[in-house]
């Protein structure tokens, strides 16, 4: 079934896609009114915002990186429908753990609200560890071959709609209606996950290791000698690690260079968010079901061009009086406005051109029994990749003194390594 939409009447997709759409939603909620109001009502240095973006970012990926094995042998001894429930169930927890520190900073007790904020955070990172390599892993499962194409295509485009709308709607209501709304939001998720059918384990038995640094280490190499999947997962890396630093810079940037207040922020984030569901969608039309990663070369140098692009037009952006930030409707009826948000929207589009076909690829070049693990080992190695994208930006930004418009530049000369591993990867497989 080619028409990926058709999926979303069967119950065998639908319960799934709900489930990971609310937790991606509530995420980023968090997230995002957690670093706006940091970043515009209690930090005032450009350094130390962008520092603390980062710090938050690698929270978040910590337990991707220590627990990513673990998950990825659960998720393939376990039933992965039993595992959604209490992933589930613990969300309901860490949502009312971070909703409190929402409302201590805003009460004035910033200290205090900052650990628990953050320390919700690590929780949510991971939460996300154990259900990440299930929201792929299963598909196979619950898909017909030619389904998962499709499949894998509705889910990271759902991903990247709920972003949207965790990240507009962060923007535009209070902190207190933001903490209220992750705890309902956490509840509906608990709900719609119950109705996921069974997925039991498909092979033999595994004997978990609880290591973490053992675990991890034999889960990477029992996966990264197969050459397909070594360049799939290098590829992603990339991709992610170009994630993390536009994630970190993008609110400092625009409140200090674009000089817009945290709305603008949000609609940045979220024309961000369209564009890869869009690039995941058209990405599905183009390769007409068939997995292959033909056009991801192509599509991550175009990206590196908007990135330029994007640069450029940032440097040439006419600021607000100084003292002031422009609220959404001045920025719009700003002259360059619509190119900035449309080159925005380009680069959005073509990364997710390039990545959907690469997350295609770790489900089917294995066997359904190790499709979890393998999942997690692309989380293992995309957490690295991404700490080291924002410890580049900490780096960059407290020892080199490196601008917002110049990361960018950096970001397009990381695509370029993107499309010569892509190429490979379409020479061996294509």
């Known amino acids: 079934m080619?028409?990926?939409?058709?999926?979303?009447?069967?119950?065998r997709f639908l319960p799934l896609f709900i489930t990971q759409?609310?937790?991606?939603?509530?995420?980023?909620?968090?997230?995002?009114?957690m670093v706006l109001f940091a970043t515009y009502h209690i930090f005032n240095d450009p350094a130390v915002e962008s520092n603390f973006n980062a710090l938050a970012t690698g929270l978040a990926l910590l337990p991707f990186f220590a627990l990513s094995a673990l998950s990825g042998q659960l998720a393939d001894t376990m039933d992965k429908a039993r595992i959604i429930r209490l992933v589930k169930t613990?969300?309901?927890?860490?949502?009312?753990?971070?909703?409190?520190?929402?409302?201590?900073?805003?009460?004035?007790?910033?200290?205090?609200?900052?650990?628990?904020?953050?320390?919700?955070?690590?929780?949510?990172?991971?939460h996300s560890t154990f259900f990440?390599?299930?929201?792929?892993?299963?598909?196979?499962?619950?898909?017909?071959?030619?389904?998962?194409?499709?499949g894998t295509g509705m889910v990271e485009a759902a991903t990247y709609?709920?972003?949207?709308?965790?990240?507009v709607i962060a923007g535009w209501?209070?902190?207190?209606?933001?903490?209220?709304?992750?705890?309902?939001?956490?509840?509906?998720?608990?709900?719609?996950?119950?109705?996921?059918?069974?997925?039991?384990?498909?092979?033999?038995?595994?004997a978990l290791n609880y290591n973490p640094f053992t675990a991890s280490w034999r889960l990477v190499s029992a996966t990264m000698h197969i050459p397909r999947l070594f360049l799939a997962i290098c590829a992603i890396s990339f991709f992610w690690a170009i994630g993390a630093v536009l994630i970190v810079i993008f609110p400092p940037l625009v409140k200090n260079v674009l000089t817009a207040d945290e709305r603008v922020a949000s609609l940045t984030i979220a024309i961000f968010s369209i564009g890869v569901a869009v690039g995941s969608v058209i990405i599905n039309a183009m390769l007409r079901g068939r997995i292959s990663a033909r056009y991801s070369p192509a599509s991550?140098?175009?990206?590196?061009?908007?990135?330029?692009?994007?640069?450029?037009?940032?440097?040439?952006?006419?600021?607000?009086?100084?003292?002031?930030?422009?609220?959404?409707?001045?920025?719009?009826?700003?002259?360059?406005?619509?190119?900035v948000l449309g080159t925005l929207?380009?680069?959005?589009?073509?990364g997710g051109m390039f990545v959907v076909p690469l997350y295609a690829f770790l489900t089917t070049t294995v066997t359904k029994d190790q499709t979890a693990r393998t999942v997690a080992a692309n989380n293992v190695v995309n957490s690295g990749a991404m700490v080291v994208g924002a410890a580049t930006v900490i780096t960059a930004t407290t020892v080199l003194n490196v601008t917002p418009e110049d990361m960018l530049l950096i970001v397009a000369g990381m695509c370029l390594i993107s499309a010569w591993i892509a190429q490979k990867l379409h020479r061996v497989c294509d």
């Open 2 to 11: 080619n028409n990926a939409l058709g999926l979303l009447k069967e119950r």
């Open 21 to 33: 759409f609310l937790g991606a939603f509530n995420d980023n909620l968090f997230k995002t009114a």
């Open 90 to 126: 613990a969300e309901i927890v860490i949502m009312l753990f971070g909703a409190a520190g929402l409302m201590l900073a805003q009460m004035g007790q910033v200290t205090a609200g900052l650990v628990i904020m953050l320390s919700a955070v690590l929780m949510l990172g991971v």
């Open 132 to 150: 990440g390599p299930i929201k792929y892993a299963i598909l196979p499962q619950h898909l017909k071959e030619d389904e998962v194409l499709g």
């Open 161 to 167: 709609l709920s972003i949207l709308m965790g990240t």
């Open 173 to 206: 209501i209070a902190v207190e209606w933001a903490a209220a709304l992750v705890i309902v939001v956490a509840l509906i998720g608990w709900w719609a996950g119950r109705f996921v059918p069974p997925a039991p384990r498909m092979g033999p038995p595994l």
């Open 300 to 339: 991550v140098l175009v990206m590196a061009v908007f990135i330029v692009a994007f640069s450029i037009e940032s440097r040439m952006w006419t600021a607000a009086p100084a003292g002031t930030l422009y609220g959404i409707d001045a920025f719009i009826l700003q002259p360059q406005a619509m190119l």
């Open 345 to 350: 929207a380009a680069i959005a589009i073509f």
